[in-house]
C-alpha cells in the first residue's frame, strides 16, 4: 500500500492564480480530510468527506473547494490565490472501525502565495 | 465549537527524564482524544489515543490520562530518548475522530542529551 498520498510536493503561485491540490489513498478509507498547518501552529481542517459524493465544511473553509468523485481521491481546490493562503496542506483519511480512530496522513503540499 | 488548548509551547527535558504535556478541551460531549507526533518537515502520525470511557492508557514508555470532569487530559513520556524530539499535537473530537478532530497548538519537545 501506498498510503496517503499527496502532489504536489512544493508550489509557488501567483496571487490570483488557481490551482488543485491531489491526494489519494489506497486503504479503501471512507473519510478524508483536508487540513492546512500554518508556522508553528496546529493543523485546521478545510474539508471533510465521509464518503463518495459527500463532503462538509471544516474550520476554515473560505477560499477552498473540494469534491470527492471516487473512494481514492480528494483533491482540494484554490480558487483566486492569496498570501493568507501560504501554508502546508496535509490530506488524511481513516475509516469507521471498533477500535481504530487513527487519521493517516499524508506527506503534505508545501504551498507559497507570492 | 470545540477549543483545544495546550501547554507549555515549548519544553525541554534531559534525556531519561519525563515530560507531561497538557491539554484542555471544550466540548463536554468530546469523547475522542488522540496524540500525534510531527518530526520535522514530516507528516503526523498517531503515537496514542484514549476514549471517553477510559481514564487512563499506556503504550511502553507512553501514557496518557483522562479527566472528564475537568475536561483536561495530558501526554505523558518517560525515560525521554533523543528519537523523542519532535512536536506534539494533541486533538479532541466528538465522534471518535470521524469527521472533525480539533488540534491543539502544538508543544515543541527537545530532549538535551
Known amino acids: 500500500n501506498a498510503g496517503v498520498t499527496q502532489t504536489p510536493k512544493f508550489r509557488i503561485l501567483k496571487i490570483g492564480q488557481s490551482m488543485t491540490l491531489q491526494c489519494a489513498q489506497d486503504?479503501?478509507?471512507?473519510?478524508m480530510y483536508w487540513y492546512r498547518q500554518d508556522p508553528g501552529m496546529g493543523l485546521k481542517l478545510i474539508y471533510y468527506?465521509?464518503?463518495?459524493?459527500?463532503?462538509d465544511k471544516g474550520e476554515v473553509p473560505n477560499g477552498y473547494n473540494v469534491s470527492r468523485s471516487t473512494t481514492e481521491d480528494f483533491p482540494l481546490r484554490l480558487e483566486l490565490a492569496a498570501p493568507s493562503q501560504t501554508s502546508v496542506y496535509f490530506c488524511?483519511?481513516?475509516?469507521?472501525?471498533?477500535?481504530?480512530?487513527?487519521?493517516?496522513f499524508g506527506p503534505g503540499t508545501r504551498l507559497t502565495v507570492t | 465549537g470545540e477549543n483545544v488548548e495546550q501547554h507549555p509551547s515549548t519544553l525541554s527535558v534531559q534525556e531519561g527524564d519525563s515530560a507531561v504535556i497538557k491539554c484542555t478541551y471544550s466540548?463536554?460531549?468530546?469523547?475522542?482524544f488522540p496524540w500525534y507526533k510531527q518530526e520535522l518537515g514530516k507528516r503526523p502520525q498517531l503515537i496514542i489515543d484514549?476514549?471517553?470511557?477510559?481514564g487512563e492508557k499506556k503504550d511502553q514508555r507512553i501514557a496518557v490520562t483522562l479527566n472528564k470532569t475537568a475536561k483536561h487530559f495530558s501526554l505523558h513520556i518517560t525515560e525521554t530518548q533523543p528519537e523523542d524530539s519532535a512536536v506534539y499535537f494533541c486533538?479532541?473530537?466528538?465522534?471518535?475522530?470521524?469527521?472533525?478532530?480539533?488540534f491543539g497548538t502544538g508543544t515543541r519537545l527537545t530532549i538535551i542529551p
Open positions: 488524511a483519511s481513516s475509516y469507521e472501525s471498533r477500535g481504530n480512530y487513527e487519521q493517516y
Open positions: 486503504m479503501n478509507h471512507n473519510y
Open positions: 468527506s465521509v464518503g463518495a459524493g459527500i463532503t
Open positions: 466540548d463536554s460531549a468530546s469523547n475522542y
Open positions: 484514549i476514549r471517553s470511557n477510559v
Open positions: 486533538a479532541a473530537s466528538i465522534n471518535f475522530g470521524n469527521e472533525k478532530l480539533t
